[in-house]
Nanobody, 121 residues
Framework: QVQLVDSGGDLVQPGGSLRLSCVVS????????MGWYRQAPGKERESVAE???????NYADSVRGRFTISRDNSKSAVYLQMNSLKSEDSAVYYC???????????????WGQGTQVTVSS
């Protein structure tokens, strides 16, 4: 089995910073793209940032310039550095990974359990 464990969510004041972490564990051959999504109450889950196995990144317009996604392939981990946080960034954040588990090399999508980020004074 493959598990994604995300952490780092907290209550932070507007303008503050947080760093989210997600570690992939279990038996697998490789990890392709990884990313972070978020879901606020009453809204659909949306993509925040993604990073390919080669390090190419892409961001939602709402976070570009404030958030930075990175990964450590040696640790099977992905991170999201969030700076200049705004109240509208409040949501449950989920990590996502496309994991190859067999030699057909077809990736399967996995999700973390979610970590709450609340931006409020």
């Amino acid at each position: 089995q493959v598990q994604l464990v995300d952490s780092g969510g907290d209550l932070v004041q507007p303008g503050g910073s947080l760093r989210l972490s997600c570690v992939v564990s279990g038996r697998f051959l490789s990890i392709n793209a990884m990313g972070w999504y978020r879901q606020a109450p009453g809204k659909e889950r949306e993509s925040v940032a993604e990073i390919t196995s080669g390090g190419y990144t892409n961001y939602a317009d709402s976070v570009r310039g404030r958030f930075t996604i990175s990964r450590d392939n040696s640790k099977s981990a992905v991170y999201l550095q969030m700076n200049s946080l705004k109240s509208e960034d409040s949501a449950v954040y989920y990590c996502n990974a496309h994991v190859v588990r067999s030699y057909n090399w077809v990736p399967q999508e996995y999700w973390g359990q979610g970590t709450q980020v609340t931006v409020s004074s």
